[in-house]
């Protein structure tokens, strides 16, 4: 079954460093995602990109958070100057469409100490 | 009117009984309701999902009733097993690719 990938798995960085999740996407899917889960809470969507650009983002995708499909096959999302708040697990989920459901990755679970 | 409220927030079942989640929304543009099972560690993976042209939807152990005119959806499973023992998340979206608004979560533990 396909499946989304995400790297790293653990992401340790010190608070003011920039990082970059990686992930790649189903082959064929057209709607990516980025969520996170703080721990033991819900999961929160922070942006959509679709046709090579966002097409939604929330009020936590601020102006450290940046997203990018450099070459068709991965999504990056880069978070500029990390802070302790910052700490989650961050999925990344495509879509070929809402009548075919969204694949979510493992996730990265992000540590900023 | 984006929140979707889920309940209960932990819920116990025996071997072979049956376990309930609710989920109620309040935007009625929302057209796609997935139910996502969460294992520690892991992402969420898709269950079931339903639309709201249907009043409910079965695959295998696992259902969905869905009400529009009270704007609410429930996860049943039959027959729960240990293995069941996970998170379960509603969510709901609108229009094609929209995001999905998840609910608080469950944390079912089934007792052997």
């Known amino acids: 079954e396909p499946e989304v990938t995400q790297t790293p798995s653990h992401q340790v960085t010190q608070m003011g460093q920039e990082v970059i999740l990686r992930c790649v996407p189903i082959?064929?899917?057209?709607?990516f995602y980025w969520y996170r889960q703080i721990l033991g809470q819900k999961v929160e969507f922070l942006v959509s990109f679709y046709n090579n650009e966002i097409s939604e983002k929330s009020e936590i995708f601020d102006d450290q958070f940046s997203v990018e499909r450099p070459d068709g096959s991965n999504f990056t999302l880069k978070i500029r100057s990390t802070k302790l708040e910052d700490s989650a697990m961050y999925f990344c989920?495509?879509?070929?469409?809402?009548?075919?459901?969204?694949?979510f990755g493992s996730g990265t679970r992000l540590t900023v100490v | 009117q984006q929140q979707v409220k889920q309940s209960p927030q932990s819920l116990i079942v025996q071997k072979g009984g049956i376990s309930i989640i609710n989920c109620a929304y309040e935007n009625t543009a929302f057209d796609y309701f997935p139910w996502y099972q969460q294992f520690p560690g892991k992402g969420p993976a898709l269950l079931i999902a339903i639309r709201p042209d249907v009043s409910e939807k079965k695959e295998g152990r696992f259902t969905i009733s869905f009400n529009k005119s009270a704007k609410q959806f429930s996860l049943h499973i039959m027959d729960s097993q240990p293995g069941d023992s996970a998170t379960y998340f509603c969510a709901a979206s609108q229009n094609q690719g929209g995001k999905l608004i998840f609910g608080q979560g469950t944390e079912l533990s089934v007792k052997p």
């Open positions: 082959s064929n899917h057209l709607y």
């Open positions: 989920a495509s879509g070929a469409g809402a009548n075919y459901g969204y694949t």
